[in-house]
């Protein structure tokens, strides 16, 4: 029997155990599927059943059986001459790393049932062998960093992490599968006690014997959970830490929302302030309301309580959830928050088992689904619901049209209408529900309106003069059912280019397209999509390059991060007032100023998105940019919404972080429109004491009107337990312990990273403040873990808690993000990024602190195909982000969840190249430099890479997957894949093993009651700290 003691208010006095055969409800293996598309075998595809029709892969029949087609003898890849390498390194970067690297004893590697590949296994498929090492990168580390701050420091005294500490070192990582994920609740009270498995020690002498290989590693960690989430369901009841976020896994809400929906950073709370200042974690929820799900989950449920609307606590106006109790035969019924008894609403009642269960549970969600959504009767209403509005805004200006990005917008508002695959009846499936509508406005100087009216043969053009008093210039035709008038839509999209092709208007007058925009919308509320190409410097609210470009340290000038422009800050805020949120398109002339931070503050405020393409070139950016739209439309959207947190009683919400108004503290956060991708941040305070015999409850409410015109409430109900950690009570420490056992790392690093988004926008804070904010956080939380939870450990170790062993390099990875980072950036990039991490979600989050990063040149022949055990694709395993990582010759996909590049070493094969691109295309020279996606070829390495791509696209946030070429001393794209090595000294900050040693020293220095701590987000922290000890100041902080 499963033990769920460990939750105490179940709310119904019963045993809920999944996994008890005799229970009524539905058995999680009912509803398993696998996640993610079936990829299907080689050797499985009927001759018939081309991969064309699933993956465009080629033709396989011809291989019969279980061999892949593999090259014949005479189609071996030759090893071009090694002695083209233009910049032979002295001696890898490694060894001299390994000399003050030591002592790891991480053990957790083998944990997950992965198996590393080494370098003497790899298939020789691809492989080039060449002499000597790829370590060096052309370009790369950055010019004038100093290789060896910390190998000078460690000569001068500062001890090297040595070895020795293995044999003591308890494996700490629980093995997969029981202890881990997928237990059976109860499992939990056997934790083993060593939790603290990663541990870097700098006690202990002889020479080191671990490589940087040994630091805690993102992709081993994501791999491992990968294969076991392939197998295995997520159980959202049994009190696990949930699995990492760049994972694909389905989950069973079992009475407590999916971790898509709602992640808390620590699932064991410590029932005091003081426990919790004791970890030195964040409180908070990452909320994700609207999440995407994936094939095997269960339908969010959507209930109609009828005019009386779902039953809610009178005291604090919480909604019925399966953690509230019913008492008295049913007639009452506890608030879970806030304890309050109140009377069942007669219409509501239903008797209660004896043991308190309400005999109609099973049959409503709402008792038994940790998410459900409310149907809501009027007196939620604002205004009459409708279907969600549609309105694309296209800039018709001269600059537009030069470059293509009409042409690519309009193609891509097609093909997001009419793109989709056919359905049942032959009729393209509808990306838009029924009920939803589209309008089109274009604008340049002037603003014009279209009549699509179904009957029409084509488009009637309006244009609407008053720029600075704009009104509707037409009462019908604006809006329609796009399939109904699909032929004067797509006349009108294909004629439109043409059409401005002569006007040439340079200047967009974007302000008051916006506040056209708005009138057309005011009534209703809808999502404006708006594309622009030039800085919009017509019309009122014209903006002016108001960034000199000169930014000394990279620190911009606060006022570049917002916007103080009265009319744009008007129109964002009445279009939150009507129910209306824009997103934009924006594609930057020759990366130029486009003052997003006044154009995006529109998106921002209003619960929207800025799409940008710093450097938009139409034969390598209008596939993305078309499937950027269709993402946009297609992806589960509302609009009218309102968002709400209740809490326990002991515990308050402190604040929120995301994309939003909220007008006074405490108010519902008030959001225009709301999306699948977009998440936010609560931290909670206590306002007194959580009661460690009860559990710690959250809810999320979000109202919002469906794109399809209803009214709902988007509930998620959240239970986490709580840990005493009273003073007096002699448990303090225990309890601060087994806190640390359920902490959900990807949780924290949200809410810190989302922090740090608030602060650098709305306070004094600069960059360098943010900067050592993070890093003060991290030590905080290494330091505390020390104080608390690995007393038995020597101080010269690092200890790091099992579930934040990767916490460093995340962290380290924010550090680096163009959002915060040292050193020059381009000031539009910089607001753009830190706006859209403070409404990321957990998994692109993840991937843009942590990119993946898979090889290509050395696949074995059956990864990129469905593996017969699982039905799920083969992955090959991802390796870390690392230049030492490289091989000569070798061929690397990186995937950020933003851009994905395709790098090659100048010495690739060309048969590869052949293999990948076509016959033709014999050398790095021979690719098109725009090349955007893979063409469809018969060959095995096509087909696997093919797969690869696709497989990755279902694991994103809200931008497309297309392929940029990185051509090793070719493409520009080079400096963006260094970039993206985020454990490699590059962003003006460490590599990641100098940043464990820093982290590592403080530490040191914090527990021995020697760092003085600088005050929160203040000047100081760390740097000054650590200033007299020599080597170990910040490189570049
Ligand atoms: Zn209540």
Redesign the pocket.
């Known amino acids: 029997m499963a033990d769920y003691s460990q939750y105490h208010a179940l709310g119904q006095g019963e045993v809920y155990d999944p996994n008890d055969p005799n229970r009524t409800s539905a058995p999680a293996a009912q509803n398993f599927y696998p996640p993610g598309p079936q990829y299907q075998q080689p050797q499985q595809q009927p001759q018939q059943q081309p991969y064309q029709q699933q993956y465009g892969a080629p033709q396989y029949g011809q291989y019969a059986g279980q061999q892949p087609p593999m090259p014949s003898p005479g189609h071996g890849y030759g090893s071009p001459a090694p002695q083209a390498f233009q910049d032979q390194p002295q001696a890898p970067q490694d060894a001299s790393l390994a000399a003050q690297v030591g002592g790891m004893n991480l053990g957790a590697d083998s944990g997950y049932g992965t198996t590393r590949r080494k370098k003497k296994d790899r298939h020789a498929y691809h492989n080039v062998e060449a002499a000597g090492s790829s370590q060096a990168f052309n370009g790369m580390p950055p010019p004038g960093t100093p290789q060896t701050q910390f190998l000078d420091s460690a000569a001068q005294g500062v001890p090297a992490f040595g070895g020795g500490q293995y044999g003591q070192q308890p494996q700490g990582t629980p093995q997969m599968g029981h202890a881990q994920f997928g237990a059976p609740v109860g499992q939990f009270n056997q934790q083993p006690s060593n939790d603290a498995s990663a541990t870097i020690g700098t006690a202990g002498s002889g020479p080191p014997k671990v490589s940087p290989e040994d630091l805690p590693s993102v992709p081993i960690s994501r791999d491992g959970a990968q294969q076991h989430f392939f197998k295995n369901v997520y159980h959202t009841f049994e009190r696990h830490v949930p699995p990492p976020a760049a994972v694909s896994f389905v989950s069973f809400d079992q009475g407590n929302a999916s971790p898509k929906y709602a992640r808390l950073t620590v699932n064991n709370i410590p029932s005091t302030n003081d426990g919790l200042q004791a970890t030195s974690l964040p409180l908070g929820l990452l909320l994700q309301p609207l999440a995407p799900q994936q094939a095997g989950e269960q339908e969010i449920p959507v209930i109609d309580c009828g005019d009386e609307g779902p039953p809610r606590?009178r005291?604090?106006r919480?909604y019925i959830n399966p953690f509230m109790m019913f008492r008295s035969g049913g007639n009452k019924f506890v608030?879970n928050?806030?304890t309050?008894p109140n009377d069942t609403p007669p219409e509501y009642f239903c008797a209660t088992t004896p043991q308190g269960v309400r005999v109609d549970r099973d049959q409503r969600p709402e008792l038994h689904r940790g998410t459900v959504e409310f149907v809501v009767p009027k007196e939620y209403w604002t205004k009459e619901p409708t279907g969600l509005r549609w309105l694309f805004l296209i800039d018709v200006t001269q600059e537009s049209y030069n470059k293509g990005f009409l042409e690519a917008f309009c193609e891509g508002i097609q093909s997001a209408l009419y793109g989709g695959e056919e359905g049942e009846d032959g009729e393209p499936q509808r990306r838009i529900p029924k009920g939803a509508k589209v309008g089109f406005v274009t604008y340049d100087k002037d603003i014009h309106f279209y009549n699509i009216s179904p009957g029409l043969d084509s488009a009637q053009m309006l244009i609407m003069p008053d720029l600075e008093d704009p009104f509707l210039p037409l009462g019908e035709g604006l809006f329609v059912d796009p399939y109904e008038s699909k032929s004067v839509i797509t006349s009108l999209l294909t004629r439109l280019p043409e059409m401005f092709s002569n006007v040439k208007n340079p200047e967009p007058a974007l302000l008051s397209a916006l506040n056209s925009a708005l009138a057309a919308l005011e009534v209703t509320g809808g999502r404006v999509v708006a594309a622009c190409s030039a800085l919009p410097t017509w019309g009122p609210g014209r903006l002016f390059m108001r960034d000199d470009g000169n930014h000394p340290g990279g620190e911009l000038d606060k006022k570049l991060y917002t916007t103080e422009h009265p009319g744009w800050r008007k129109a964002a805020e009445k279009m939150v007032a009507s129910g209306v949120g824009a997103d934009f398109f924006l594609a930057a002339p020759n990366g130029g100023f486009l003052d997003i931070a006044t154009i995006g503050h529109v998106s921002a405020t209003t619960g929207g998105e800025t799409f940008y393409y710093p450097n938009f070139i139409a034969p390598r950016d209008s596939l993305k940019l078309s499937l950027e739209i269709t993402h946009a439309v297609a992806r589960e959207s509302g609009f009218q919404a309102l968002l709400k947190v209740r809490c326990s009683n002991g515990l308050q919400v402190a604040g929120y972080h995301g994309n939003f108004i909220q007008h006074t503290f405490g108010a519902d956060l008030e959001l225009g429109v709301f999306d699948a991708d977009k998440a936010l941040a609560v931290s909670f305070s206590y306002d007194g004491k959580l009661d460690s015999k009860l559990d710690a409850h959250f809810q999320s409410a979000l109202l919002y009107t469906s794109a399809s015109g209803q009214r709902r409430v988007r509930c998620s109900n959240v239970i986490a337990s709580v840990a005493e950690t009273a003073k007096d009570s002699g448990t303090r420490e225990q309890g601060i312990r087994d806190c640390m056992k359920f902490v959900d790392q990807d949780a924290v690093l949200a809410i810190l990273a989302k922090e740090a988004c608030t602060k650098l926008g709305t306070t004094s804070s600069n960059l360098k403040d943010i900067r050592n904010w993070l890093t003060e956080r991290t030590i905080e939380v290494f330091a505390a873990y020390r104080k608390h939870a690995s007393v038995q450990h020597p101080h010269s170790q690092l200890v790091m808690p099992e579930r934040l062993k990767e916490f460093t390099m995340f962290m380290l990875g924010l550090i680096k993000s163009r959002a915060f980072k040292g050193g020059a950036e381009n000031a539009d990039r910089r607001v753009n990024e830190m706006r859209m991490v403070r409404s990321m979600g957990a998994l692109e989050l993840s991937l843009y602190l942590y990119p993946r990063m898979i090889p290509l040149h050395n696949l074995q022949p059956e990864e990129g195909f469905a593996d017969p055990e699982t039905g799920h694709l083969k992955l090959p395993p991802a390796i870390r982000t690392s230049f030492g990582q490289v091989e000569a010759g070798g061929v690397y996909l990186v995937d950020n969840g933003q851009q994905c590049l395709l790098w090659f070493h100048a010495q690739t094969s060309p048969n590869l190249l052949q293999d990948l691109f076509g016959s033709d295309k014999d050398s790095l020279k021979a690719l098109d430099a725009y090349t955007s996606s893979l063409p469809v070829l018969d060959t095995h390495l096509n087909a696997q890479v093919r797969n690869i791509v696709e497989f990755l696209r279902t694991l994103r946030g809200s931008k497309a997957l297309t392929i940029q070429l990185a051509r090793q001393g070719i493409d520009g794209a080079e400096f963006e894949f260094a970039r993206m090595l985020v454990e490699d000294r590059n962003n003006e900050a460490q590599s990641y093993v100098d940043w464990l040693v820093h982290v590592h020293k403080a530490v040191q220095l914090e527990l021995s009651g020697q760092r003085s701590k600088g005050s929160e987000g203040g000047e100081g922290g760390v740097a000054s700290a650590l200033s007299g000890f020599s080597g170990l100041r910040p490189a570049y902080w």
């Open positions: 606590c005291r604090c919480a608030c928050l806030c309050y």
